[in-house]
């Protein structure tokens, strides 16, 4: 039973609560606990969203697991919360079914992520698209780094813990796991039900005093990471002299929400200098704060801002936050000094997205973006499914409908609808595409046109962007021909 005394008032006279457990008060895990937690994500902890629940959607390359994760949510530090619920006394195993759960939510992207969000919207009375989905999570937590995803969080919520289940929720904590228990009790007075909540592991407030070796080790781990792409980012721009000593700085936070850029802002009116640095080329750290004359490397600066201003500790990609006077980032300049593929490819896409934006703005979603690489992703209605413009091997290029939803079945079930309606496909394309349904070795599905070309044709890059367009809306509604048939 739980050890808090509850007691209802009138006037002077305090009258215990009798404290029962949940199923004596008729209430159940999933019509009562798992609604309260979904409409107050508020009792998981702070910042938190609620992405999806009940998922049951694995995929594994023979049998799908049958398990079911209750609650998915996701906090404003780009990290996911895997949540288990258990109306009463816990089970001794609990804890390895959470860790189960946690490993495979590890292998969550940002686009399967933007598909459940959808789903639970529309499940919940707000039809929601996959793009909309997307710009409420990266809203809420920023930029959505698979990194980060990679590292959920695990909360456990019952009405009580046997002792096992504690002493091993504090040992994965040493190891570097991050788990909280939290306890829901329910008490009986003359005219209702109250129910509390209360966090049990770790101890509020004294979380910093309760920091293992183990705990230091693997947040060192992450921030050793981030100064290894910070010194590879600094030492090319270093070793090409792309910035002279001296050259200045704004501040331009990436991959935040909208109230910790708020906070950032209001911040920095405080005191303009902690908006600028100067650049000296000293690959450990070159940057001086204006604040303070200091030396920073990109993250290490960009993560005490964000301590400072809004009283925030994660992982910060700096060379995004810090821009030069003609409002190139770092990464963008050292593109300059990389391959010329990479450079090649920035300014391809950079100049196809200009072109999207301008002639199919819906095309585009939060995480469309140009960079060094071979492709890009653009929207699809299909739920679980994108469209991609890429570079392929072979001195090919080409445009491809993409079906990976995170669940096999649902792919074979999308590809195998679009593949019923092949003929009218390919009469609707005005060609010949190639087909690539789920087997054995892939969980994905795809339908690809293509034609030669390659990045490093420059003089061709025009012709690309055309045939990319072209070929792209000729393949969204074929593919949109397809579905609707399939309805008819």
Known sequence: MPDDLVFTVTGSTASPAQPVTLADAGLRERRDLQEWVLANPGILGDDLAIVTF????????????ADRLDVLALGKDGRLVVVELKRDRAPDTVEMQAVKYAAMASRFTPETLASQHARF?????????????????????GELDVESLRRPKIAIVAGDFPPVVT???VWLTEMGLELTLIRVAAYKTERETLITVSQLYPVKDIEEFTVSP??????????????????????????????????????????????????????IEADPNRGMATWLNDSAAPL??????????????????????????????????????????????????????????FEFWTRFMETVRETHPDWLTANSQPSERSWVNMSSPVSGA???????????????????????????????????????????????????????NHQYGSVVATADGDVTESQRHDEFIAWFIGSSEKLRAAIHVAMAADKA
């Open 54 to 65: 009940e998922f049951d959607r694995w995929w594994a390359s023979s049998a799908a697991p």
């Open 121 to 141: 919207l529309t499940q919940r009375g707000t039809p929601t698209s996959e793009d909309d989905a997307m710009q409420l999570l990266v809203a809420h937590a």
């Open 167 to 169: 002493a091993t929720a």
């Open 214 to 267: 183990r705990q230091a080790e693997v947040k060192a781990v992450e921030e050793k990471r981030q100064r290894q792409r910070d010194a590879t980012t600094s030492s090319r721009l270093v070793a090409a002299s792309a910035l002279e000593d001296g050259t200045v700085l704004h501040l331009r936070p990436e991959g935040i929400n909208t109230d910790l850029r708020a906070a950032i802002a209001a911040w």
């Open 288 to 345: 001086i704060w204006r604040a303070d004359e200091q030396h920073y490397s990109p993250s290490g600066l960009a993560g005490r801002i964000l301590r400072e201003a809004a009283g925030v500790s994660r992982s910060i990609r700096g060379p995004r936050w810090w821009i030069t006077d003609e409002g190139r980032d770092l990464y963008e300049v050292v593109l300059d000094y990389g391959t010329e593929r990479e450079r090649l490819y």
């Open 386 to 440: 994108y469209f991609t413009a890429a570079f392929a091997r072979a001195h090919r290029i080409k445009v491809e409908f993409y079906v990976d939803s995170g669940d096999q079945k649902r792919n074979a079930q999308v590809m195998g609808d679009v593949m019923a309606r092949r003929q009218l496909v390919e009469e609707s394309f005005g060609g010949t595409v190639a087909w690539n349904p789920p087997d054995e």
